[in-house]
């Protein structure tokens, strides 16, 4: 039985030893509240927003079903707290809605969380919090984007933002991923090609009324936003391109096993115990070059989980993660940073890799919560601060990829975007 425990200031001198940014996080805005996938404190971690039934699988869920939302998340701080949430109607391209929220929220505004349990035989205490949506306060209304607010006091200074989306099964889609058609991308990119049935569903003018976005791995970040169908046929609309519909095809995500901190297991080299754990990682080479290879992946996602426990949600620790990428010079024009799920594909100070010239290598450390993690290196230019994984990770066709499809409408006159269909390709074998 594990008896020590290390509080969050212990962590806190820690962290601050290893990098100087440890505390509110670098995604604030002035403390104002932006409608992306965002975590504003660094003592909030391991944000999950999850369908009940799938524990890798996407925020999305239907409308008047009995789909539920798991959500969870961490606090370092390990006290019991009184958080509360709301849930904000967006348009398709994220911004709120007219709506008003009565008009699209059944129940309460807002509410506050009522489910935490505090850690149990872990270094690091925390408390974890979790709560479902919908639930017995609040119901939604409307299919649409929404954004929950997790907060303590003022929404406007939240603690963690989520996006997910409701939707309503009314169209019917199909299409397929396949190798990019046009000759120059043949070897690095997928091509999504799909339709829409319409069916009795009235929509006078696809053109303007109906807006369409596809995701890949249900990353927001390089989503592909309101293509137009290339022609109609009574009720079916095609939208087979040859480039608007494209995505860079990545790799295999990378990825290391955490589930036990007493043994090695995949991609750790070693593990030490001093005030808490330290894992470092196999080295991760450079692929930029490589041919593609498979690896049975999870597409950047991550599960929660700890070796023999019955509840990984309170009884998983807390570890320093050493990433380690052996590179004879340094990258320049930017950083490199390990994104994943975990992050929101998004690049923070607190994941940033800092070259070492002595080893001839990038080095990160990242405190993360035991269970199964996927993950590349993304690198962020300094002029445009767009980032991608062209430089270690590389591009290849071959790459399975999962693809989400949302449907959205607004008729003439209507104040808000309704998600009147979806559809899924998952970790699709392109051909």
């Not at 996080?25 to 999850?50: A, H, M, P, Q, S």
């Not at 990353?219 to 391109?241: M, Q, S, V």
């Not at 330290?278 to 070059?289: G, Y």
């Not at 450390?365 to 994984?389: A, P």
Request: aromatic residues 16%; hydrophobic residues 35%.
């Amino acid at each position: 039985m594990i008896s020590k425990h290390i509080n969050f200031f212990s962590v806190l001198l820690l962290t601050l030893f290893f990098s100087p940014t440890f505390g509110q996080t670098d995604f604030v805005e002035e403390g104002r509240l932006v409608y992306k996938d965002r975590i504003y404190n660094d003592f909030i971690r391991t944000v999950t927003v999850r369908p009940v039934s799938d524990p890798l699988g996407m925020p999305i869920i239907k409308l008047g079903s009995m789909d539920r939302l798991i959500v969870g998340f961490d606090d370092l701080t390990a006290d019991a707290r009184t958080y509360n949430y709301k849930v904000i109607h967006c348009s398709a391209d994220w911004q709120p809605s007219d709506l008003m929220p009565q008009e699209y929220i059944g129940g309460y505004f807002e509410y506050f969380t009522q489910d935490f349990e505090y850690s149990v035989n872990t270094y690091v205490a925390y408390t974890h919090y979790g709560f479902s949506l919908p639930n017995e306060n609040i119901s939604f209304l409307k299919s649409g984007n929404y954004l929950l607010v997790m907060y303590e006091d003022d929404p406007e200074k939240p603690l963690f933002t989520r996006r997910f989306v409701v939707y309503e099964d009314i169209v019917t889609s199909g299409g397929e991923v396949k190798r990019a058609t046009s000759v120059d991308r043949m070897m690095t990119h997928q091509e999504v090609d799909f339709f829409i049935n319409t069916g009795g569903y009235n929509i006078p003018n696809p053109f303007t009324d109906l807006k369409v976005t596809l995701l890949q791995n249900f990353r927001w970040d390089n989503a592909i936003y309101d293509l137009k169908p290339r022609f109609l046929n009574g009720n079916f609309l095609d939208y087979n391109y040859d480039l608007e519909n494209n995505f860079l095809g990545g790799s295999e995500y990378r990825f290391f096993d955490l589930k036990s901190l007493q043994q090695l297991t995949s991609e750790v080299q070693q593990t030490v115990l001093t005030d808490l754990y330290t894992v470092t990682l196999m080295p991760d080479r450079p692929r930029s070059i490589e041919n593609y290879s498979y690896t049975d992946d999870i597409n950047g996602q991550f599960v929660v989980r700890r070796l023999g426990s019955d509840n990984s949600l309170a009884e998983a620790d807390y570890a320093y993660v050493d990433y380690f990428v052996p590179m004879d010079i340094p990258l320049t024009g930017g950083n490199l940073y390990v994104v994943g799920l975990f992050n929101f594909w998004e690049p923070t100070k607190e994941h940033q890799m800092k070259y070492n010239y002595e080893m001839k290598a990038y080095q990160g450390r990242v405190l993360i919560k035991q269970g199964y993690y996927d993950y590349m290196y993304g690198f962020q230019r300094n002029k445009t601060q767009e980032y991608s994984v062209e430089e270690v990770e590389g591009h290849h066709w071959e790459t399975r990829n999962d693809y989400t499809l949302l449907i959205y409408n607004r008729d003439l006159g209507a104040r808000y975007d309704r998600v009147i269909g979806m559809n899924h390709w998952v970790n699709s074998e392109v051909r």
